[in-house]
């Protein structure tokens, strides 16, 4: 083996430095680094051998030839295959991040019990959780039944013997990652070179064994236990679980897949007996919705290839301070400052003696430049008292000139506005083609100062 050394690894991104230092340049964190031995191991690669072996040459192949698709493993689950690009695949390494506490020790339990119950063989190796408190959440997943085997161990080398062992699994599912550790490196479970080495490990199981791996990451603000940003270069796919402290549903959010596309989630609500799917995510964010308060419009979005109506809630009110207030929960704030700006210089808006809120309704985070044109009617509303049609839906992006630019999947976001009865949708102007709605009434915003004549008027 070689001869340990050490190095410095910054315990917030995984930057290796020669020597301490109070600041990680790399992601300029603070406290993050510390000292850890190093086997000299690449972070990609197997052991360094030191040998001059003479590589062996290997053939090379023509691009045309057989080719084939990914063999998967489906859940069952369709908001979790929905995510995965239609199911796990085998041979694969996945990686499950997110806050402790969201769900995912409940989400994959479900999960393994599901493919148990169609005949694979699944292993749930638990370093947190003794194996009685995983039985126990078993029971109250209703899941017990199953043919799981449940492993409670830590070690990598012992865990990697008992899968060796007789029967190959089809998927094995490590909760967590930060509490494996292995007796090649010397340093303590949770820090990055554990984490690191320990998935290494496994994802070479995956890879020869065809098993799918399921690791699963606690993402932490300190800097103190490695997060799972480590190990997401190394995985196949990248799964976040997301959710907002009060609000009851989690979000599935693909972050990265080498078998599917990233742009898709998945919805779930926790209820007394684990998670429950939720197929049409609309109706539950527009759950609460009262409709006839000034300042509250409903944005048609998209999640991947599905569309998502939410409530996006503006409040403006003069400001007492002397630089006001911008306050924005579940989107971009540069974006926000954009569109202020686009109001004030192209239609006379002024918010500069204004404080501004935003939100989007049932802490859901939106991502598309599309929700523009919905923020900036929720803005004029609120500024003008007036309420926005409790009937009507908003999409469309702002450029900085002030001109309302189309956005794809026009046809898609009206058709599920008006499944959910909405009749009137406020959208950019797009040629005579365009979808359109087919019963309700489609108004064209070419200008952003038409859309405010509209909600002042
Ligand atoms: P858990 O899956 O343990 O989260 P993680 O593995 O991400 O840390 O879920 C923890 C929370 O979920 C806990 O607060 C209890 C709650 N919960 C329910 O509300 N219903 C259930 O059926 C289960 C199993 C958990
Ligand atoms: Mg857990």
């Known amino acids: 083996m070689a001869k340990a050394k050490t190095t410095f690894v910054c315990q917030n991104c995984g930057a290796v430095t020669s020597r301490w230092q109070g600041k990680c340049e790399a992601c300029g964190e603070w406290n993050t680094i510390v000292e850890e031995s190093d086997i000299g191991g690449g972070i990609a690669g197997g052991p360094v051998s030191r040998s001059r072996r003479k590589g062996r040459p290997s053939a090379l192949l023509p691009l045309q030839g057989e080719a084939e698709e990914a063999p998967r493993?489906?859940?069952?689950?369709?908001?979790?295959?929905?995510?995965?690009?239609?199911?796990?695949?085998?041979?694969?390494?996945?990686?499950v991040g997110g806050d402790p506490g969201i769900g995912k020790s409940t989400l994959l339990m479900q999960?393994?019990?599901?493919?148990?119950?169609?005949?694979?063989?699944?292993?749930?190796?638990?370093?947190?959780?003794?194996?009685?408190?995983?039985?126990?959440?078993?029971?109250?997943?209703?899941?017990?039944?199953?043919?799981?085997?449940?492993?409670?161990?830590?070690?990598?080398?012992?865990?990697l013997a008992t899968l060796g062992q007789d029967k190959r699994p089809d998927l094995v599912i490590i909760d967590s990652i930060q509490t494996v550790w292995t007796d090649v490196v010397e340093s303590a479970p949770g820090t990055v070179t554990q984490v690191r080495a320990g998935s290494q490990a496994l994802i070479r199981y995956a890879k020869s064994t065809g098993a799918a791996m399921i690791l699963v990451g606690h993402v932490t603000k300190e800097g103190q236990i490695a997060g799972p940003r480590v190990v997401e270069h190394m995985v196949d796919a990248v799964l976040y679980?997301?959710?907002?402290?009060?609000?009851?549903?989690?979000?599935?959010?693909?972050?990265?897949?080498?078998?599917?596309?990233?742009?898709?989630?998945?919805?779930?609500?926790?209820?007394?007996?684990?998670?429950?799917?939720?197929?049409?995510?609309?109706?539950?964010?527009?759950?609460?919705?009262?409709?006839?308060?000034?300042?509250?419009?409903?944005?048609?979005?998209?999640?991947?290839?599905?569309p998502v109506l939410v409530e996006i809630q503006a409040l403006v009110a003069p400001s007492p301070l002397g630089t006001p207030?911008?306050?924005?929960?579940?989107?971009?704030?540069?974006?926000?400052?954009?569109?202020?700006?686009?109001?004030?210089?192209?239609?006379?808006?002024?918010?500069?003696?204004?404080?501004?809120?935003?939100n989007?309704?049932?802490?859901?985070?939106?991502?598309?430049?599309?929700?523009?044109?919905?923020?900036?009617?929720?803005?004029?509303?609120?500024?003008?008292?007036?309420?926005?049609?409790?009937?009507?839906?908003?999409?469309?992006?702002?450029?900085l000139s002030g001109s309302v630019?189309?956005?794809?999947?026009?046809?898609?976001?009206i058709k599920e506005a008006e499944k959910?009865?909405?009749?009137?949708?406020?959208?950019?102007?797009?040629?005579?083609?365009?979808?359109?709605?087919?019963?309700?009434?489609?108004?064209e915003i070419e200008q952003l100062p038409d859309l405010v004549a509209r909600v002042a008027a």
Request: hydrophobic residues 40%; glycine residues 12%.
């Open 111 to 159: 999960a393994a019990a599901a493919l148990a119950r169609a005949g694979n063989r699944v292993i749930y190796v638990s370093g947190e959780e003794a194996v009685a408190q995983v039985r126990l959440r078993a029971q109250r997943l209703k899941a017990s039944d199953a043919s799981v085997e449940l492993l409670a161990e830590t070690n990598i080398e012992d865990i």
């Open 241 to 306: 679980f997301e959710g907002e402290g009060a609000h009851h549903y989690r979000i599935l959010r693909t972050v990265k897949n080498r078998f599917g596309p990233t742009d898709e989630i998945g919805v779930f609500e926790m209820g007394d007996a684990g998670l429950r799917e939720v197929p049409n995510p609309s109706e539950l964010f527009l759950g609460e919705r009262n409709g006839k308060a000034p300042g509250a419009a409903v944005f048609a979005g998209m999640e991947g290839t599905r």
């Open 420 to 443: 959910l009865g909405f009749r009137q949708s406020v959208q950019p102007l797009v040629g005579p083609d365009a979808p359109r709605s087919r019963d309700g009434e489609t108004i």
């Open 360 to 399: 989007v309704a049932g802490g859901y985070r939106i991502k598309e430049p599309a929700a523009d044109l919905a923020v900036a009617a929720a803005l004029v509303s609120s500024l003008s008292g007036r309420p926005l049609p409790a009937d009507c839906v908003y999409f469309g992006e702002i450029s």
């Open 405 to 413: 630019r189309p956005v794809s999947h026009g046809g898609q976001r």
């Open 73 to 95: 493993i489906r859940t069952g689950i369709a908001e979790l295959d929905r995510v995965t690009g239609g199911g796990i695949v085998r041979g694969s390494a996945l990686l």
């Open 325 to 358: 207030r911008r306050s924005v929960i579940g989107w971009d704030q540069p974006r926000l400052a954009m569109v202020l700006a686009v109001l004030e210089a192209h239609c006379g808006v002024r918010l500069g003696q204004h404080d501004v809120y935003l």
